[in-house]
């Protein structure tokens, strides 16, 4: 596509559900990311996926998050029995894989847990 | 420790003059990106300019020039001539071995105040 997109672009759950947010990166781009941006802070690094290697899932913050991409194209991320401390803005953003390329950002998915 | 550093919480600054956004960064990578992104009120992220550790000039694109001080750690993004829709959340990132598509570490940011 065009660009990144992101859905849904909002999600109210129940603390406890789990939630699945979705990310559809540029066609062509190799490397996929996961952001994740509490009110008026900076972004704070997730998961990154860059071809068929294994991913780099180094910045989840607890197991209850995980996420798949397949066909190295859309990827999803999971976050299981939700807090209300996950209430953020989930970014997605997709790369070339290039040397200096910089991201392409999605929109995100603001998740309200109440 | 903090790997990018912004010290300015929040800057204003009068439509047509320029402005200076400071960030600082700490690696021991010999090669590394650096990296600015605006984020206006809507939020999405928006790429703005990239500076190479090796480039020997300063990054410019368009009204957005980078002043890279290696021997300082510093990369202050320059906007000449500020225009009302340049408020907005600037953020300094830094991708380390940029031989690579590893991830990017963002500052904590700035928000950037144009006044008519």
């Known amino acids: ?114 | 420790a903090q790997k990018i550093t912004q010290t300015q919480p929040g800057m204003f600054v009068q439509e047509k003059e320029a402005v200076t956004l400071d960030c600082t960064y700490d690696t021991s990578d010999q090669s590394y990106g650096l990296f600015w992104y605006k984020q206006p009120s809507s939020g999405e992220m928006i790429f703005l300019i990239y500076q190479g550790s090796y480039d020997e000039q300063n990054a410019t694109e368009g009204r957005y020039s980078l002043n890279f001080q290696k021997a300082r750690k510093s990369a202050n993004l320059v906007i000449s001539a500020s225009q009302l829709g340049d408020s907005a959340m600037y953020f300094c990132a830094m991708r380390e071995n940029p031989g690579s598509a590893r991830q990017l570490t963002f500052g904590s940011g700035t928000q950037l105040t144009v006044l008519p």
Do not use: M
Not at chain 1, 36 to 61: C, H, T, V, W
Not at chain 1, 70 to 90: F, H, K, M, N, P
Not at chain 1, 105 to 113: A, D, E, H, I, Y
């Open chain 1, 1 to 114: 596509g065009a660009g990144v997109s992101q859905s849904p672009s909002n999600k109210v759950t129940e603390k406890g559900k789990d939630v699945e947010l979705r990310c559809d990166p540029i066609s062509g781009h190799t490397a996929l990311y996961w952001y994740r941006q509490s009110l008026g802070q900076g972004l704070e690094f997730l998961i990154y996926f860059q071809g068929n290697s294994a991913p780099d899932k180094s910045g989840l913050p607890s197991d209850r998050f995980s996420a798949e991409r397949t066909g190295g194209s859309v990827s999803t991320l999971t976050i299981q029995r939700t807090q209300q401390e996950d209430s953020a803005v989930y970014l997605c953003a997709s790369s070339p894989g290039t040397v200096n390329y910089g991201y392409t950002f999605g929109s995100g998915t603001r998740l309200t847990v109440v």
